[in-house]
């Protein structure tokens, strides 16, 4: 078969290379680049289809004439603006762009079916006091005030919101991969999840690859903007808080007090100071455990309760970030069986939607299987896991 050269635009291998960590090529390919922009050498079809799957690039985005402008609105409501997310990672771009064909999927899916608007969404648009917030989430999600007291652990605390979430109509998806390509982790250190509010279906995406007390912050973060009714792009790295946007001050405060009451904090707080010999970080340390929470969100009501100093809170917020560096494989995404795993990222009102569409005739297998990043075999492990045959 006869080699064929293809016409790239070095405009395109430059935006190319801005969007990859160039060491990711090898020596060879990174040479051979460099000779096609600089005319020495032309690159073959398949020179360009190893490239796109290195890079992780699109194919079809090696034959524009012109970079193309990738708009990701989502980033503007990033929850730190000191973070800088000009060049965001590939790995993120795709994981945005397979959430929102998934949301489209479902709001279209409810739409047609003649699903009610979610009236939840957005219902504390204009509203500043945070009791008031707090109440009006508890009620919608039937949340107890004491839920903590239902749950084992962070783990377990984490499924118990997801399942209220999903029981009330939000869609709730994660990973700590981009789609199925275990050789494409998501970072942490890039973002910890995201909201993309809608009346229809409002979408919270965890990321996988963060420690089960970030993840539960997270989640309530998250239902919090939707309850608000604004995307929100979570990626305050280091539980510090540094930077934040004014409406963000808000959200913390929602999400601290639905994961720990004001009042019982300072009632258990009284109770651990009476026992001798326990200093702040160690009462911190039973009250994460009490509540099933992390430690950084005891700390920080600590800390604005002028129960600590500013500098334990520090020393706190550094054993977590310690922690989490020393443990970086969640065994969620790791370990246990394939199909749980795979299962636990999807929402389970997702692939019960999907399959009554297919027995319905209104969607493919095919379309299917690319939503849920997974194949014939997997899928219907999935449904079957998830009660499909009673469905």
């Given at each position: 078969?006869?080699?064929?050269?293809?016409n790239?635009?070095?405009?395109?291998?430059?935006?190319?290379?801005?969007?990859?960590?160039?060491?990711?090529?090898?020596?060879?390919?990174?040479?051979?680049?460099?000779?096609?922009?600089?005319?020495?050498?032309?690159?073959?079809?398949?020179?360009?289809?190893?490239?796109?799957?290195r890079?992780?690039?699109?194919?079809?985005y090696?034959?524009?004439?012109k970079?193309?402008?990738?708009?990701?609105?989502?980033?503007?409501?990033?929850?730190?603006?000191?973070?800088?997310?000009?060049?965001?990672?590939?790995?993120?771009?795709?994981?945005?762009?397979?959430?929102?064909?998934?949301?489209?999927?479902?709001?279209?899916?409810?739409?047609?079916?003649?699903?009610?608007?979610?009236?939840?969404?957005g219902?504390?648009?204009d509203?500043r006091?945070?009791?008031?917030?707090?109440?009006?989430?508890?009620k919608?999600l039937?949340?107890?005030?004491?839920?903590?007291?239902?749950?084992?652990?962070?783990r377990t605390?984490f499924?118990?919101?997801?399942?209220?979430l999903?029981?009330?109509?939000?869609?709730?998806?994660?990973?700590?991969?981009?789609?199925?390509?275990?050789?494409?982790?998501?970072?942490?250190?890039?973002?910890?999840?995201?909201?993309?509010a809608?009346?229809?279906?409002?979408?919270?995406?965890?990321?996988?690859?963060?420690?089960?007390?970030?993840?539960?912050?997270?989640?309530?973060h998250?239902?919090?903007h939707?309850?608000?009714?604004?995307?929100?792009?979570?990626?305050?790295?280091?539980w510090?808080?540094?930077g934040?946007?004014?409406?963000?001050?808000?959200?913390?405060r929602?999400?601290?007090?639905?994961l720990?009451?004001?009042?019982?904090?300072?009632?258990?707080?009284?109770?651990?100071m009476?026992?001798?010999?326990?200093?702040?970080?160690?009462?911190i340390?039973?009250?994460?455990?009490?509540?099933?929470?992390?430690?950084?969100?005891?700390?920080?009501?600590?800390?604005?309760s002028g129960?600590?100093?500013k500098?334990?809170?520090?020393?706190?917020?550094?054993?977590?970030?310690?922690?989490?560096?020393k443990s970086?494989?969640?065994?969620?995404?790791?370990?246990?069986?394939?199909?749980?795993?795979?299962?636990s990222r999807?929402d389970?009102?997702?692939v019960?939607?999907?399959?009554?569409?297919?027995?319905?005739?209104r969607?493919?297998?095919?379309?299917?299987?690319?939503?849920?990043?997974?194949?014939?075999k997997?899928?219907?492990?999935?449904?079957?896991?998830?009660?499909?045959?009673?469905?």
């Amino acid at each position: 078969m006869p080699t064929i050269n293809v016409n790239i635009q070095p405009e395109i291998l430059t935006w190319v290379l801005d969007q990859i960590q160039k060491e990711k090529l090898g020596e060879k390919l990174l040479s051979n680049v460099s000779q096609w922009l600089n005319g020495s050498k032309a690159p073959t079809f398949s020179q360009i289809e190893d490239l796109s799957r290195r890079t992780e690039i699109p194919l079809g985005y090696f034959f524009l004439e012109k970079p193309p402008v990738e708009e990701l609105k989502l980033l503007e409501f990033r929850t730190v603006d000191s973070i800088e997310l000009t060049n965001p990672s590939r790995n993120l771009i795709d994981t945005i762009y397979e959430m929102e064909q998934v949301q489209d999927w479902m709001k279209n899916y409810r739409r047609d079916l003649g699903y009610e608007k979610l009236s939840f969404v957005g219902s504390v648009k204009d509203e500043r006091d945070i009791k008031t917030v707090v109440e009006r989430i508890r009620k919608d999600l039937g949340l107890p005030v004491d839920w903590h007291k239902a749950c084992n652990d962070k783990r377990t605390a984490f499924h118990y919101i997801r399942n209220l979430l999903e029981e009330c109509g939000v869609l709730v998806m994660i990973n700590g991969i981009c789609g199925k390509n275990t050789h494409r982790p998501l970072q942490v250190n890039e973002f910890r999840a995201f909201a993309m509010a809608d009346k229809y279906a409002p979408l919270i995406f965890i990321n996988g690859a963060d420690s089960q007390g970030a993840k539960l912050f997270s989640i309530i973060h998250e239902a919090v903007h939707i309850w608000i009714g604004e995307d929100d792009f979570y990626n305050d790295r280091y539980w510090k808080g540094k930077g934040i946007r004014p409406e963000e001050v808000l959200c913390n405060r929602v999400t601290a007090e639905l994961l720990v009451p004001e009042q019982a904090f300072h009632d258990r707080w009284i109770i651990e100071m009476e026992e001798e010999g326990k200093d702040s970080i160690q009462i911190i340390h039973k009250l994460a455990k009490h509540f099933r929470c992390g430690e950084s969100v005891i700390a920080r009501k600590a800390l604005d309760s002028g129960k600590i100093r500013k500098v334990t809170y520090d020393v706190v917020i550094g054993n977590a970030i310690d922690k989490y560096n020393k443990s970086r494989s969640d065994k969620e995404e790791t370990g246990g069986n394939y199909y749980n795993t795979m299962g636990s990222r999807l929402d389970k009102n997702f692939v019960r939607a999907l399959w009554e569409s297919i027995q319905m005739g209104r969607t493919s297998y095919g379309e299917a299987y690319h939503l849920t990043n997974t194949n014939r075999k997997t899928f219907s492990r999935i449904v079957q896991n998830l009660g499909g045959a009673d469905w």
